[in-house]
């Protein structure tokens, strides 16, 4: 049995529906309600609520946490947490309990349970500020917003207890995720699809030169499910290893859709990175070739724009 945190999330609910796909045993966790695709299977899908349980808690609650391992739990895939950068500034108390003592508690139940595995979804924002240089999976970790200390504790505090109690810990370095479903993100791809479908107004901080990396949803999916069943490394980088500006991005998205963004630029935020470029060499040790191309990535999740109800 699987237990995903978060599994209301953009990256829990649709990695649910794959697990749940293949015929694997979950039970889901988040304080958001379960979207009704995981809990009413349909004829035209082979999802079974036999194999899913959701949990409507808050981990926070010790009791709620401990009570998940009334269940056999074998695997743990660590998606729960308070995302946004910028926000953690603001708060960066409320960041470090949900995102790191979370982690902490939840970990010592993994081992008290004798788990075999906890993913642990970081992100490259671990490295800091390296300006254009290439981030791999050695790095050294000089985080710069709370979120990013959040992440960079919680791999830390995982990796001692893999060295102290053998927890089977892997922390999975996500760059921006994007893909179908992902109108409830604030992220940029997220937003510009939202305005294109609205008033065509999208604001960019700094002065859009900044460089990312957007790795596609199934892509990450995939390396999630290679993790659960493989040997694996203790640190993935997962991104597509190629990036792109801010500016750029615009106006890939404006030829994908086929429009024009009115673009006002604002102040750049505290805390974000100025670049991250990655290499995901280490996804070649799961067996992982090749990510999705930007291109192709975009026109699926605009397609999954147009035609959703969410708006
Ligand atoms: N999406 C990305 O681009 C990206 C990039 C790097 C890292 N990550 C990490 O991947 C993970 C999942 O990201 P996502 O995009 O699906 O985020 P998301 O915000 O869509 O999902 C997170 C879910 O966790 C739930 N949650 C938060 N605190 C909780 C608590 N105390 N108890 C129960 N549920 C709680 C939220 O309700 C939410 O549904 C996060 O840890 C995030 O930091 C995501």
Redesign the pocket.
């Known amino acids: 049995m699987i237990l995903v ?2 599994s ?5 609910r649709n990695l649910v529906k794959s697990l749940l796909s293949d015929g694997n045993k979950v039970v889901g ?4 309600d379960c979207p009704d695709y995981l809990l009413t299977p349909t004829k035209t899908s082979n999802l079974s609520d036999e194999n899913f349980t959701f949990v409507k ?4 609650d010790g009791d709620v946490l401990r009570s998940l391992f009334d269940r056999p739990i074998e695997y743990i895939v660590h ?5 946004r950068v910028v926000e953690s500034v603001n708060k960066p108390s409320e960041y470090f309990e ?1 995102n790191v003592v ?1 982690t902490q508690r939840l970990s010592e139940e993994a081992i008290k349970h004798g788990v075999k595995k906890f993913l642990f ?3 490259n924002a671990v490295a800091g500020d390296v300006g254009y240089s290439v981030i791999n999976e050695n790095n050294a970790l000089f985080p710069q917003s709370p979120y990013g200390a959040n ?1 960079a504790a919680s791999e830390m505090m995982l990796n001692a207890y893999k060295s102290s109690y053998g927890l089977g810990a892997v922390r999975l370095r ?4 994007y893909g179908k479903d992902m109108a ?2 604030d ?1 940029f791809i997220a937003r510009m699809c939202k305005a294109a479908l609205g008033d065509k107004k999208i604001a960019v901080y700094g002065d859009g030169t900044q460089v990312r990396d957007y790795v596609y949803l199934d892509d990450v999916i995939g390396v999630i499910k290679r993790v659960l069943s493989l040997d694996s490394p203790d640190i993935i980088v997962v991104g597509s290893g190629s990036s792109v500006s801010v500016n750029e991005l615009v106006k890939l998205v404006e030829e994908t859709i086929g429009l024009q963004f009115s673009v006002e630029y604002q102040d750049a935020k505290k805390g974000e990175m100025k670049a991250v470029i990655v290499d995901n060499g280490s996804l070649k040790s799961i067996g992982i070739d090749k990510t999705s191309d930007l291109g192709e990535g975009l026109k699926f999740t605009w397609d999954w724009f147009k035609h959703s109800s969410y708006i």
């Open positions: 945190t978060g209301s999330g953009f990256i829990g966790i988040d304080i958001e808690g808050d981990l926070r998606l729960a947490a308070f995302t949900n979370v979804a970081s992100t992440k996500f760059t921006n995720i409830t993100k992220s």
